[in-house]
């Protein structure tokens, strides 16, 4: 077991220090996670909705995931992915502690549509960080490496958010924005200052968007083949 250990972190050997704080804060931010595989539970078992009720509130948080993946790339174009990320995980804590006060369907659907869209603005701009930082020979596994963070942040999450359940539900929505608070304070004191660098050694702008045009996804046929095939 421990000859496979150093087999899978040595795969990982030559990342850059941004590469590891990023995986580190999406495993903080996604261990607190917690919520998402409960919510079901809190609102038919405390909140006393029906299945059928309980069903459209879960769909309201997939179709923010949707608006937010979108919004967050968007917003990332424009104001640049750390200003993004930083809003995204700090705008999160109200959000969460807001969830309990809310008690029926409409109201649930409502704060789990703008906390799922706030939420998950944070993964497009997470992926551009991950472009920035890595060497381009080393993309892959930076990229291998967040997955890893999330992954391992979600086997975390429920279960933690089960010991957490048997006390109070509510324990479940301040454990959320406490990781998220924890996450986003940890990602400003460690890029602010090299988000300042990046920017000065920025290629300019007119070099980025011949780069762009060049390279647009939506002329890439095997990429969006791809991305319909995962859709299902």
């Not at 006060?101 to 906390?115: P, S």
């Not at 603005?121 to 999330?150: C, D, G, H």
């Amino acid at each position: 077991m421990v000859k496979l250990i150093y087999l899978y972190t040595n795969s990982f050997k030559g990342l850059s220090k941004e590469s590891w704080m990023l995986a580190l804060v999406m495993l903080i931010n996604r261990a607190g996670s917690m919520v998402l595989p409960f919510l079901g539970v809190y609102m038919t078992n405390h909140l006393h909705f029906s299945i059928e009720n309980t069903g459209i509130v879960l769909s309201f948080f997939g179709i923010g995931s949707v608006i937010g993946s979108w919004l967050g790339g968007f917003i990332t174009d424009k104001i640049g992915e750390y200003k993004v990320q930083y809003l995204s995980l700090l705008l999160s804590v109200p959000l969460f502690c807001l969830i309990p006060v809310f008690k029926t369907e409409v109201g649930v659907a409502a704060i789990i549509l703008i906390q799922s869209i706030v939420s998950d603005s944070f993964r497009p701009a997470n992926s551009v960080a991950i472009t920035k930082y890595a060497k381009p020979e080393k993309i892959t596994r930076a990229f291998s490496l967040n997955r890893m963070a999330v992954n391992l942040g979600f086997s975390i999450g429920p279960a933690l958010g089960g010991i957490l359940s048997a006390i109070s539900y509510e324990f479940l929505f301040f454990t959320n924005a406490l990781a998220a608070l924890s996450a986003g304070i940890l990602y400003i004191i460690f890029f602010k200052k090299r988000n300042k660098l990046a920017r000065l050694k920025a290629i300019k702008v007119k070099e980025v968007i011949e780069i762009k045009k060049e390279n647009s996804q939506c002329r890439d046929g095997k990429f969006l083949i791809y991305c319909f095939s995962v859709a299902f």
